[in-house]
């Protein structure tokens, strides 16, 4: 057989070899595997939306995560003001004040501004920042032309950090930012950090910004679907104006309120809920998934 392997040649090009490194049979793959759990966000409404099935006495039975799949890679995406950062904000704090070291690598907004938002999103969260702020480890790609234009640098210092400082969760606020003038890269750039992030077994949330001409409720980011496509899911966030009377009555909003939408798009490391649901920005900027919206909008033929 792989005599006959050997003989077979593309005109014009070297021999075809295979990798036998990357075959596995099933029970060498799962032996690798780890083993899978929920990870609490940190966000109310969120962590009981992902869930997995079991049998118990020859019945399937789902069992909720209580939070994102343990070394999952979940891009949040949506346009800008629908609480995309607050989302991972909230996350890392959350995670932090629990004693666990996250990494965060700030594409936007240079790391003292973010600090000083992390200390606000622990203030709106009952924490006191100052107990477990060595905890989040802030990579400054916004500051610094190199790592942001040069994946292999940026990598290079992410695994220094997780070495130093046993980390086990990242954070990238925002993927989009590493491809925002070369979105024709946008694929193999988005592949090489997810590809770095299961080698070292982080769970990482990816933030990435919708074009205003996306669809709303899409997995769509800029780049296309590259993220999407790529990651183990995709997190929604969406907004919508109420700007006439027929919304208004359909929200049981005013005109001239934004409502604020959420949904998870596929997540391939576990079991979801699959609804559209409302979306809430507190007062103190926190963010909160609320009921379904059938729960609550009225019908058309109510309307």
């Known amino acids: 057989m792989q005599e006959n392997f050997d003989k077979e040649d593309v005109q014009g090009q070297e021999k075809a070899k295979p990798d036998l490194s990357a075959i596995y049979v099933g029970k060498e793959a799962l032996e690798k595997a780890p083993k899978i759990y929920g990870v609490e966000t940190g966000v109310e409404g969120l962590d009981d939306l992902f869930f997995i099935v079991e049998s118990e006495k020859g019945k399937i039975v789902k069992k909720s995560l209580k939070g994102i799949p343990a070394y999952s890679v979940m891009n949040i995406t949506g346009v800008s003001d629908t609480g995309k950062s607050l989302m991972v904000e909230q996350f890392s704090v959350y995670q932090a004040q629990k004693g666990k070291k996250v990494a965060f690598i700030s594409v936007e907004a240079p790391a003292n501004f973010v600090a000083a938002s992390l200390k606000l999103r622990a203030s709106a969260m009952g924490y006191k920042f100052e107990d477990f702020e060595n905890n989040i480890i802030l990579i400054d790609a916004a500051s610094s032309d190199r790592l942001r234009e040069n994946i292999p640098d940026l990598l290079a210092t992410l695994a220094y950090a997780i070495k130093t400082y046993k980390i086990n969760f990242t954070v990238v606020d925002s993927i989009t930012g590493l491809f925002e003038n070369k979105e024709m890269m946008a694929r193999a750039i988005v592949r ?13 949330l990816f933030v990435s910004q919708k074009r205003s001409g996306h669809e709303e409720l899409t997995a769509e980011a800029a ?3 590259a993220v999407g496509h790529i990651v183990d899911g995709t997190i929604v966030l969406a907004k919508e104006l109420v700007d006439s009377t027929y919304k208004a009555r359909l929200y049981k909003k005013e005109i001239g309120d934004i409502v604020r939408l959420f949904r998870i798009d596929g997540c391939r490391m576990s079991g979801h809920d699959t609804k559209t649901h409302f979306l809430e920005i507190t007062e103190t900027g926190l963010v909160v998934i609320k009921e379904p919206i059938g729960k609550n909008v009225k019908s058309e033929e109510e309307v």
């Open 223 to 225: 780049g296309g679907y």
């Open 192 to 204: 090489r950090m997810f590809n770095f992030m299961k080698k070292w077994y982080q769970t990482a």
